[in-house]
C-alpha cells in the first residue's frame, strides 16, 4: 500500500491495536480519521496516538490533507471560525485556497 504525507484516511470499521510502548489494546472507533506523516507514522487526529504504517510506503503529498490538518491546528489555536463568520468567508473557501497555495510550491 502506498500513501501520501499529509492524506488523511477514515476507518470504516472498529480496529483493535495494541499501543507500541505499554502494549495496551485500545479499539479505534468506526470513523476515527489519521493523518499520513512525513515520519512515515499514521497520526490519530482524535486522540493524538501514533502508529507505524507497516510495510506501507510513503510518497508524495496530500495537497488537500494537508490543508485540513493546517486549518485544524489553526482552528485550535486561534478563532478562525468567528474570523471566517465576520468576513462571511466560507470555511470551504479557506481550505480551498490554503489547498492552491500548496500546489502553488509543488506538493
Not at 22 to 46: C, F, M, Q, T, W
Amino acid at each position: 500500500m502506498e500513501y501520501k504525507i499529509g492524506q488523511i484516511l477514515t476507518s470504516n470499521q472498529d480496529v483493535e491495536v495494541e499501543k507500541a510502548l505499554s502494549g495496551e489494546k485500545v479499539i479505534i472507533p468506526k470513523g476515527n480519521r489519521i493523518i499520513i506523516g512525513a515520519d512515515n507514522l499514521a497520526h490519530h487526529l482524535r486522540d493524538g496516538m501514533i502508529q507505524p504504517l507497516g510495510d506501507a510506503t510513503v510518497k508524495g503529498y496530500d495537497s488537500a490533507g494537508l490543508a485540513e490538518y493546517l486549518l485544524l491546528i489553526l482552528k485550535a489555536h486561534f478563532p478562525i471560525s468567528e474570523m471566517l463568520e465576520d468576513y462571511d468567508i466560507e470555511e470551504k473557501d479557506l481550505l480551498d485556497e490554503i489547498e492552491y497555495a500548496l500546489d502553488d510550491i509543488g506538493l
